[in-house]
């Protein structure tokens, strides 16, 4: 076999997996969004900006993901720098940290909503404390702030561990001699975590944040789970499209306006998280 062969031979299963499961999809769904009757067409795409729904699930989109990825980059920073610093039970804690990974996102929705729905464990508590005479109906159209932290908490509890895993593994393969070398000239644990385990990890930082932005503009099952029609986001309305309206060319549009946002951000954060050349971390 020729040396020079070799790599590509290597690469070829992934090729032809990447080819058959994600081009020729994409090709089909891009075909459906801006194709209508026998021609080229962009009505798929007005029709589906033009819905009085689609700047709610948006902005709605973008709010959560605004809010909930900074907070479980800072959980997922803290938590990964106190499983570093373990001699002891380092791998049982993380493994506790990690379980929501293998609960699904709807399994994950309905545990939140068994602590906010009428009945659940959170009106139990206040009823308990004294704080309500009876059971509030918190997950209604009357309280849509509530939705939605019910929304962001089930979020962060569900996916910070996404994060975490790939931060871990990041600062695992920082030289432990940079902090033994800071620490000798003084260095404090913060000026530390500043100057060597964030410039450090930043590969790590940038590969775990375009995952997780990725995952948040996809967020669907949890919402439906706790807020149904009371908090549309943009991966509700293209499975209302699909299989509500059974209109394929609109959900073909925004699913592809979603990909768009996606690698929007995505370009985002390699730009800000540019790794220098040579970096091996």
Same mark, same amino acid.
């Given at each position: ?18 080819? =058959? ?27 589906? =900006? ?159 944040? =375009? ?21 549309? =986001? ?48």
């Amino acid at each position: 076999m020729n040396a020079r062969t070799l790599p590509y031979l290597l690469i070829l299963p992934v090729t032809l997996f990447l080819c =058959v499961f994600f081009i020729y999809p994409f090709v089909l769904v891009a075909q459906l969004a801006f194709t209508q009757g026998d021609g080229f067409t962009l009505a798929n795409f007005r029709e589906v =900006v033009g819905y009085w729904k689609f700047p709610i699930s948006l902005k709605n989109t973008l709010l959560l993901a605004a809010i909930v990825v900074p907070i479980q980059l800072a959980l997922s920073l803290a938590m990964a720098t106190m499983v570093s610093k373990m001699e002891k039970g380092r791998d049982l804690v993380l493994y506790v940290w990690t379980i929501p990974l293998g609960i699904s996102d709807l399994a994950a929705g309905i545990i939140w909503l068994a602590i906010f729905e009428q009945s659940g464990f959170l009106n139990s508590m206040m009823s308990g404390m004294g704080l309500i005479d009876k059971p509030i109906s918190l997950l209604t159209y009357e309280h849509p702030w509530v939705i939605f932290i019910a929304i962001a908490l089930a979020e962060i509890w569900r996916a910070t561990a996404i994060m975490l895993v790939i931060l871990v593994a990041g600062m695992g393969l920082i030289p432990k001699e940079y902090y033994e070398a800071a620490e000798v000239f003084g260095a404090s644990p913060w000026k530390r975590f500043l100057k060597i385990t964030l410039p450090m990890l930043r590969p790590s930082l940038q590969t775990a944040l =375009v995952l997780r932005v990725i995952l948040a503009f996809e967020v669907f099952a949890v919402v439906i789970a706790l807020g149904g029609s009371l908090f549309p =986001v943009l991966m509700a309305e293209t499975y209302a499209y699909q299989f509500d309206l059974l209109n394929s060319g609109a959900a073909a549009a925004i699913a592809l306006i979603i990909l768009a946002i996606s690698i929007g951000f995505t370009l985002i954060i390699l730009r800000l998280l540019r790794v220098p050349k040579g970096a091996t971390i």
